[in-house]
């Protein structure tokens, strides 16, 4: 199935924007949803609506096998040992934030060091920050080479003896740049140090193990891969996920409750406190079934290939900063970038003008920003349904910003 048949699947593409087909190139911040995903939540509310785990009635049996069913379903898909492996958050930063409030509160002490990229966004940068602060511990960065990729070298410099957790995203949502998280997560099980990966840019677009990877924690986000918002995974090895304690409380996380005293439920549903994200993960089996039809080396393949063909038409065009790795093979299906003497919201504005969905700002990075000197940047990103009729509507997009802002100045 090429791109074009992907695109037929996503109802909300099949429309115009300000008299124009839309061209979708935000996916790095929410993907579009598929018929068979919005179907699955359709059929959920429709004829299965419950709460799960507790109810006996057939509803609540139905809703509780699919919800479970999901899991399954995340775990084959990151290749995790165990669905008790395998927690359902609200996305990726309440999972990086769960890591840093209990495995964090609990093992990190006053002289540790917390190693980080000055690439991170500011869910895996604020709450290690916030950590080291009430801990007392140093938050170190490694340094970053000037096309926006990190090198083994740096990072053995960075990681030492006392380095108790690594925290770094798999891809940049800003550069592109894919980490070397296999070879990274063996320096620091070598320093004693724990690795914690954002796979939020990573999950979406090539193929996942974790146990291959050997990181001791992964967290990722579902509405970036075609589910819906506000469904997430927490992976973590079950040994340390054993040890660790809840930092929400009540509801579907309770084995026994008393009046000065409470025990939790095993693993995961230890972490699941309330009533589940229930229709959310549903989503994400969907999506994951979706996904796994097309080919994740499929997915992977069709976006270097969209970066490669981006970056060569960008090059045509005068005045474009482009940030991160020139060489499409090292960068996911991400494109950010500046155009000369004109803001990145003046850009994404004309763009829009011509139905073409971009983003500009920070990007939730702004010690990246700092790093590249700018305050913002522009952002196209790329996903399964994008074709090269896009890149070519996106670079006429841009020569039109060019046009028009010459003219005015």
């Given at each position: 199935?090429?791109?074009?048949?992907?695109?037929?699947?996503?109802?909300?593409?099949d429309?115009?924007?300000?008299?124009?087909?839309?061209?979708?190139?935000?996916?790095?911040?929410?993907s579009?949803?598929?018929?068979s995903?919005?179907?699955?939540?359709?059929?959920?509310?429709?004829?299965?609506?419950?709460?799960?785990?507790?109810?006996?009635?057939?509803?609540?049996?139905?809703?509780?096998?699919?919800?479970?069913?999901?899991?399954?379903?995340?775990r084959?898909?990151?290749?995790?040992s165990?669905?008790?492996?395998v927690?359902?958050?609200?996305?990726?930063?309440?999972?990086?934030?769960?890591?840093?409030n209990s495995?964090?509160r609990?093992?990190?002490?006053?002289?540790?060091?917390?190693v980080?990229?000055?690439?991170?966004?500011?869910?895996?940068?604020?709450?290690?920050?916030?950590?080291?602060?009430?801990?007392?511990?140093?938050?170190?960065?490694?340094?970053m080479?000037?096309?926006?990729?990190?090198?083994?070298?740096?990072?053995?410099?960075?990681?030492?003896?006392?380095?108790?957790?690594?925290?770094?995203?798999y891809?940049?949502?800003?550069?592109?740049?894919?980490?070397?998280?296999k070879?990274?997560?063996?320096?620091?099980?070598?320093n004693?140090?724990?690795?914690?990966?954002?796979?939020?840019?990573?999950?979406?677009?090539?193929?996942?193990?974790?146990?291959?990877?050997d990181?001791?924690?992964y967290a990722?986000s579902?509405?970036?891969?075609?589910?819906?918002?506000?469904?997430g995974?927490?992976y973590?090895?079950?040994?340390?996920?054993?040890?660790?304690?809840?930092?929400?409380f009540?509801?579907?996380?309770?084995?026994?409750?008393?009046?000065?005293?409470s025990?939790?439920?095993e693993?995961?549903?230890?972490?699941?406190?309330?009533?589940p994200?229930?229709?959310?993960?549903i989503g994400?089996?969907?999506?994951?079934?979706?996904?796994?039809?097309?080919?994740?080396?499929?997915?992977?393949?069709?976006?270097h290939?969209?970066?490669?063909?981006?970056l060569?038409k960008?090059?045509?065009?005068?005045?474009?900063?482009?940030?991160?790795?020139?060489?499409?093979?090292?960068?996911a299906?991400v494109?950010?970038?500046?155009?000369?003497?004109v803001?990145?919201?003046?850009?994404?504005?004309?763009?829009?003008?011509?139905?073409?969905?971009v983003?500009?700002?920070?990007?939730?990075?702004?010690?990246?920003?700092?790093?590249?000197?700018v305050?913002?940047?522009?952002?196209?990103?790329?996903?399964?349904?994008?074709?090269?009729?896009?890149?070519?509507?996106?670079?006429?997009?841009?020569l039109?910003t060019?046009?028009?802002?010459?003219?005015?100045?």
């Open positions: 199935m090429n791109a074009k048949e992907i695109r037929k699947l996503f109802p909300i593409l429309q115009e924007v300000n008299g124009h087909p839309l061209v979708y190139l935000d996916s790095a911040a929410t579009q949803k598929p018929y995903v919005i179907e699955s939540i359709d059929s959920y509310y429709k004829e299965d609506n419950s709460n799960v785990h507790r109810g006996v009635h057939t509803l609540g049996t139905r809703a509780t096998d699919k919800y479970e069913g999901a899991r399954e379903k995340v084959r898909f990151i290749n995790a165990s669905t008790s492996e927690i359902f958050t609200r996305g990726t930063t309440t999972s990086i934030n769960t890591i840093a495995f964090g609990d093992n990190v002490k006053e002289g540790d060091e917390i980080i990229s000055y690439m991170e966004h500011h869910s895996n940068l604020i709450p290690w920050q916030q950590l080291a602060k009430r801990k007392g511990a140093t938050l170190k960065y490694i340094p080479q000037e096309d926006g990729t990190i090198t083994l070298e740096d990072v053995r410099k960075t990681v030492t003896s006392q380095t108790k957790i690594v925290a770094i995203m891809v940049s949502n800003v550069l592109g740049t894919i980490n070397p998280i070879e990274i997560t063996k320096i620091a099980h070598e004693g140090a724990y690795i914690v990966v954002d796979g939020a840019q990573s999950t979406p677009h090539m193929k996942v193990d974790v146990q291959d990877l990181c001791d924690f990722f579902g509405h970036k891969m075609c589910a819906p918002t506000g469904i995974v927490l973590g090895k079950r040994e340390l996920l054993e040890n660790m304690e809840p930092v929400e009540g509801g579907e996380m309770i084995d026994f409750v008393d009046l000065y005293d025990t939790w439920k693993l995961p549903w230890k972490f699941e406190g309330g009533t994200i229930i229709a959310g993960a994400l089996g969907a999506a994951i079934d979706f996904l796994e039809e097309i080919g994740m080396d499929n997915i992977l393949n069709h976006e290939a969209l970066a490669e063909y981006a060569n960008l090059s045509t065009v005068d005045g474009v900063t482009i940030y991160g790795p020139k060489d499409a093979t090292k960068r299906g494109l950010t970038f500046n155009l000369d003497d803001h990145p919201h003046d850009v994404a504005t004309v763009l829009d003008a011509e139905g073409i969905a983003r500009a700002g920070h990007h939730c990075a702004q010690p990246l920003m700092k790093w590249l000197k305050s913002a940047t522009a952002r196209a990103s790329f996903y399964l349904y994008n074709t090269e009729e896009d890149i070519d509507r996106f670079v006429a997009g841009l039109k060019k046009e028009y802002f010459s003219d005015v100045f």
